[in-house]
Nanobody, 117 residues
């Protein structure tokens, strides 16, 4: 089992910044990826950004150049720095952990990000 503890999120004005953190604990070994997904009301959950334990990253096109994902392997923590936030970034943001061999994955409880115009 892997447990995920998220922090960050909140209300910010358009153009502002927020940082999300997600710390994983449990039996963790081998290759894995951690990332953030988001889900707005009435929409499907979508990938925002993801980083593997060896540093490979991928981003949704809508956040490229504005969001940066980083990791601290020693702490098994991933960070999402969100800059130049837009109202369309408003959503529940969910941390995801996935073992890359078994594909078994775990989800955090979610944190709300609201960007006012």
């Amino acid at each position: 089992q892997v447990q995920l503890v998220e922090s960050g999120g909140g209300l910010v004005q358009s153009g502002g910044s927020l940082r999300l953190s997600c710390a994983a604990s449990g039996i963790i070994f081998g290759l894995y990826a951690m990332g953030w997904y988001r889900q707005a009301p009435g929409k499907q959950r979508e990938l925002v950004a993801r980083i593997t334990s060896v540093g490979s990253t991928n981003y949704a096109d809508s956040v490229k150049g504005r969001f940066t994902i980083s990791r601290d392997n020693a702490k098994i923590t991933v960070y999402l720095q969100m800059n130049s936030l837009k109202p369309e970034d408003t959503a529940g943001y969910y941390c995801n952990f996935q073992f890359l061999v078994s594909n078994k994955e775990y989800w955090g409880q979610g944190t709300q990000v609201t960007v006012s115009s």
